[in-house]
């Protein structure tokens, strides 16, 4: 009776010892990488954003993606804007995206076909990021806002698909000023004194 004792203490230890190093790897692994998310709600009104005058007026959908590097609500997105781009490029409509002022830091490379544009008038009074506007074929501002509400955006809970599939159908669409819940971070450049 005494090794089958022995084997079974030794069991037991050893698989307590394993589980205080897998709850000590998995509470590092939370306290590292993931982050709580705190609801953040955010007023978006498109009213002071213009294209610049290269790309103003009648032409094709043009969609300008707003994104500061140093935002984690970022990483949560960009897969689904690379497959927005995948999807909609061939359907013609353009892709431009606008980086935080005095920020740095690049696009990942899958989103390497998004035209930058160094000054988007109006852009200094986004209230927060990442945010995207849609501009019609005629020119007019048709949308803008984030992508989606919560966490992390996808093709199933994401605003922009039904609005670029309706522009792509000649349907009107006026959707500037947004009220969201979810992962943003705030884009207003403080003032240096």
Known sequence: ???AYRTTLLASLLTLVCAVVLWAAYDWFQGRYLR???EHTAVFSGDPLR????????????LVHFWDPACPCNVGNQQHLSELVERY???????YSVQKPGSHGQLPSTLGGLKNINVLPGSEQIPASPAVAIWDRTGKLAYFGPYSEGL?????????????????????????????????CPWPVAATK
């Not at 294209?51 to 043009?62: E, N, Y």
């Open 89 to 95: 490029v061939p359907q013609g409509i353009e892709f």
């Open 152 to 184: 992390t955006c996808n093709s199933s809970n994401s605003f922009i698909e039904p609005i670029l599939q309706a522009l792509n159908e000649g349907r009107e669409v006026s959707a500037t000023h947004t009220l969201a819940v979810g992962c943003y």
């Open 36 to 38: 709580a998310f705190s």
């Open 1 to 3: 009776m005494r090794p």
């Open 51 to 62: 294209l610049p005058d290269d790309l103003a007026g009648p032409g094709a959908i043009r």
